[in-house]
Every structure is written in C-alpha cells, then in structure tokens.
Nanobody, 125 residues
Framework: QVQLVESGGGLVQAGGSLRLSCSAS????????MAWFRQAPGKERAFVAA????????RYADSVKGRFTISRDNAKNTVYLQMNSLKPEDTAVYYC??????????????????WGQGTQVTVSS
C-alpha cells in the first residue's frame, strides 16, 4: 500500500521555524516529483514548493520564496520542508504530494497521484 505520511507540524510564534517531513512507503518515489501544498480554512489547496526527482531543481510559490526550503533524501524516500520566518498567514494544513508529471505542471494539484493526510501548522502573532 502506497502511503505518504507527514510530520513536524505544530504551533509556533511568528518569526519561528518548523521542519516538515514526508515519509513515503509502498514503493520508491525516486523518479517522482515531490511537492508541498497547503490549505487554509475556507481556501483552496495552494502550491507551496516542488522538487525534481534528482533534487536538482526546486520551485517555490512567491509567498514563501526566501523563507522556505524544500529538499529530499531519496535513500530515505523522504521529502522535507524547512520553514523559517513564519508568518500568521502561513497557518494551514500542509500536504505532501508525489507524482510522475511534467515539471511545468508541478503547481497543479490535479497532476499528483499520491497525497498525505496533512499536518497542521499554526503560526501565532
């Protein structure tokens, strides 16, 4: 059974940091694009960051550029999201996603095949 399991969410004050992890199981995801999306209450799921299968290319939403860093460890079948300088507007449920898709399509959640259950990130002001 293929599973993506996120961890590392929590409550943090504005300006603080969190590191999210997403562990994949059931098959290797070394050939997949991995990504993070987030969904705030009452809003649609939004792209945060994506990383290519080799880890050599990354893409970020404008709202998180310079503050968030996506990385992956293919030996561990795990992708990470380091979040620094957190703001209250970063509050959301964060989801990990994986898929075999074109790099140009990586901001579209419909292109991903696998999703985690989500982890809550709450940033207090």
């Amino acid at each position: 059974q293929v599973q993506l399991v996120e961890s590392g969410g929590g409550l943090v004050q504005a300006g603080g940091s969190l590191r999210l992890s997403c562990s994949a199981s059931g098959r290797t995801f070394n050939n997949d694009i991995m990504a993070w999306f987030r969904q705030a209450p009452g809003k649609e799921r939004a792209f945060v960051a994506a990383i290519s299968s080799s880890g050599g290319s990354m893409r970020y939403a404008d709202s998180v550029k310079g503050r968030f860093t996506i990385s992956r460890d293919n030996a561990k079948n795990t992708v990470y999201l380091q979040m620094n300088s957190l703001k209250p507007e970063d509050t959301a449920v964060y989801y990990c996603a994986a898929g075999y898709l074109d790099w140009d399509s990586n901001v579209d959640p419909r292109k991903y095949d696998y999703w985690g259950q989500g982890t809550q990130v709450t940033v207090s002001s």
